[in-house]
């Protein structure tokens, strides 16, 4: 089965540096990649996606990476602020199924 | 706010009662999904509608759990018997079927005692 594994539970990055936080997928069947950002007491909300034949991807202050053949993918968060502070999920998707991995914590310090 | 709404937001029960959640999803997507997120976890996948079918559940959806969307818009999850390791954040998604993109409510976080 699909499974979705994260580097680095917990980020920690100084406010106005850029982030990377990175994601590793197994199924080589997923065709898109959903970043999704959640803070506390919130679902999670849809920052970006990317699809599978593409290898990026850029929104406000957001980049997306995609590497299919390591089956790696990234998000840059430029000028990372403190409202960036949140758990971070990706989610290959297969089809309209999802899965998500543990996530990453960002803490952004002033 | 992604236009997806749930309702309750909180709900407190005792073992062994049954309960009930209700989801909105954005008016013109086809596609509803449950999840449940644990502490510390990603969204787990529970089941999905297309309008009003139920097209697949999860292994982790026991037999006291049970879901409708009957007119293909808003959808309720129920819970009977609940048990302490039901306690967890109950979110709903929806989407269109193409694209994919599964936008959430903000969840119904179920504490049972």
Not at chain 2, 48 to 61: C, D, H, I, P, V
Request: hydrophobic share 30%; aromatic share 10%; charged share 20%.
């Amino acid at each position: 089965g699909e499974s979705v594994g994260l580097h680095l539970p917990t980020l920690s990055v100084q406010e106005g540096d850029n982030s990377i936080i990175n994601c590793a997928y197994s199924n080589s069947a997923s065709d898109y990649f959903i970043w999704y950002k959640q803070e506390s007491g919130k679902g999670p909300q849809f920052i970006i996606d990317i699809r599978s034949n593409m290898d990026k991807r850029q929104g406000q202050r957001v980049t997306v990476l995609l590497n299919k053949t390591v089956k790696h993918l990234s998000l840059q968060i430029a000028a990372t602020q403190p409202g960036d502070s949140a758990v971070y999920f990706c989610a290959p998707g297969a089809g309209n199924m999802l899965t998500f991995g543990g996530g990453t914590r960002l803490m952004v310090k002033p | 706010d992604t236009g997806v709404s749930q309702d309750p937001r909180h709900k407190i029960t005792k073992r062994g009662q049954n309960v009930t959640f209700r989801c909105d999803p954005i008016s013109e997507h086809n596609r509803l999904y449950w999840y449940r997120q644990t502490l510390g976890q990603g969204p787990e996948f529970l089941t999905y509608f297309q309008n009003e079918a139920q097209l697949e559940k999860s292994r982790l959806l026991s037999d006291r759990f049970s879901a409708e969307r009957p007119k293909g818009s808003f959808s309720t999850l129920e819970i009977q018997r609940t048990e302490q390791g039901d306690s967890a954040m109950y979110l709903c998604a929806s989407s269109l079927v193409i694209p994919y993109e599964q936008y959430f409510g903000p969840g119904t976080r179920l504490t049972v005692t």
